[in-house]
C-alpha cells in the first residue's frame, strides 16, 4: 500500500510562496499518479495540480498557474510550489496517489484516488 507523508505547510503572508512535499514510499518499481487536493469549506475538493501517467503537469484554470507540481523520483518526493497566495488558498493540503496503470491518472477529482496522506496546513494570511 502507498504511504504518503505531507509536510512543508505553515503560515504565510499574502502574496507569498511556499513549498510543500510530499514523500511516497510503499509502491513498486515507479512512483505512482499523484494530485494536490484543498480542503477548506467552500472549496469545491478540486485538485489544484496534477501528473498524468507521463508525469505531464496539469492545473485547473482556477489556480491560475501559480501552482505547479515538481516531482523528484530518485527521492520519492512529489512537491507543490505554490506562488502568488491569496488567503482563500488557506486549506489542509493533501497529496493522493492512484496506481499509474489507472485510466485516471491525471484527474482533477477526489475519487479518482485510493491512498492519501494526513495533509499538511497552508493558512494566508492578508
Known amino acids: 500500500q502507498v504511504h504518503l507523508v505531507e509536510s512543508g505547510g505553515g503560515p504565510v503572508q499574502a502574496g507569498g510562496s511556499l513549498r510543500l512535499s510530499c514523500a511516497v514510499s510503499?509502491?513498486?518499481?515507479?512512483?505512482?499518479?499523484m494530485a494536490w487536493f484543498p480542503q477548506a469549506p467552500g472549496k469545491d475538493g478540486e485538485a489544484v495540480a496534477s501528473l498524468t501517467r507521463a508525469d505531464t503537469p496539469y492545473s485547473p484554470a482556477s489556480v491560475e498557474g501559480r501552482f505547479t507540481i515538481p516531482r523528484d523520483a530518485p527521492k520519492s518526493e512529489l512537491y507543490l510550489q505554490m506562488s502568488s497566495l491569496k488567503t482563500e488558498d488557506t486549506a489542509m493540503y493533501y497529496c493522493?496517489?492512484?496506481?499509474?496503470?489507472?485510466?485516471?491518472?491525471?484527474?482533477?477529482?477526489?475519487?479518482?484516488?485510493?491512498?492519501w496522506g494526513q495533509g499538511t496546513q497552508v493558512t494566508v494570511s492578508s
Open positions: 510503499g509502491y513498486t518499481a515507479v512512483m505512482p499518479c
Open positions: 493522493a496517489a492512484l496506481p499509474r496503470s489507472s485510466d485516471y491518472c491525471g484527474s482533477f477529482r477526489q475519487d479518482r484516488y485510493n491512498d
